[in-house]
């Protein structure tokens, strides 16, 4: 006997997403979208086709396309803090293993994110309130670090010059892995070299 045809009224309701979750949703279709088509062809409307929503939905978490090019930068520089944090949760008491912790967690979040976030960055420095934004992340990475190395100076503290070339650095040999001129194992021992030589300048 074959069964009765099911009643659609009848069926399991979708499950709404919350807030957070549509955010994180829309997030993980803008970085797909950044990959594979380029920062160049991230729009708001982009987004809504690829991740299967309604414009306003979109227009709804972000505003504007700046406004989603911060959020993506926001989501890599909080992903980069969570990765940090646990490293150096972990590690050892010496500077050497303060400054593995860092050069590690930097190259990796960068080599997670692949050859997206260079494009959100530079369309990030178009903009004076989005390159405002950026700096804003840099300056707690900065301190964040400046915190954390410190006590390993001989005068007990670090000048802000030496802090800047350090993520200058960073950023210079996280890039030039993801481009393939180096390894990540490479980037990793030159930064970890460039931190140990900036305390000790210091």
Known sequence: MSSP????????????????????????HAWQLVREEGTEALSLGRLAEQAGVTKPVVYDHFGTRAG??????????????????????????????????????YVACVQTQGREIPGVIAALAGSPELARIKREYEAIFIEQCRTLLAPFARAGTLPSAGLWAMLGAAEGVSYAAVNGDITAHQAQQELAATIMAMVARA
């Not at 009643?7 to 994180?24: E, K, N």
């Not at 949760?89 to 500077?95: D, F, N, R």
């Open 5 to 28: 045809p099911v009643d659609p009224s009848c069926a399991a309701p979708r499950r709404r997403l919350t807030r957070a979750d549509r955010l994180q949703q829309l997030l993980a």
């Open 68 to 105: 989603l090019l911060a959020a993506l930068y926001r989501d890599f520089d909080q992903r980069q803090g969570v990765v940090m944090d646990a490293a150096l949760a972990a590690s050892g008491p010496a500077l050497q293993d303060k400054a593995d912790v860092i050069a590690q967690a």
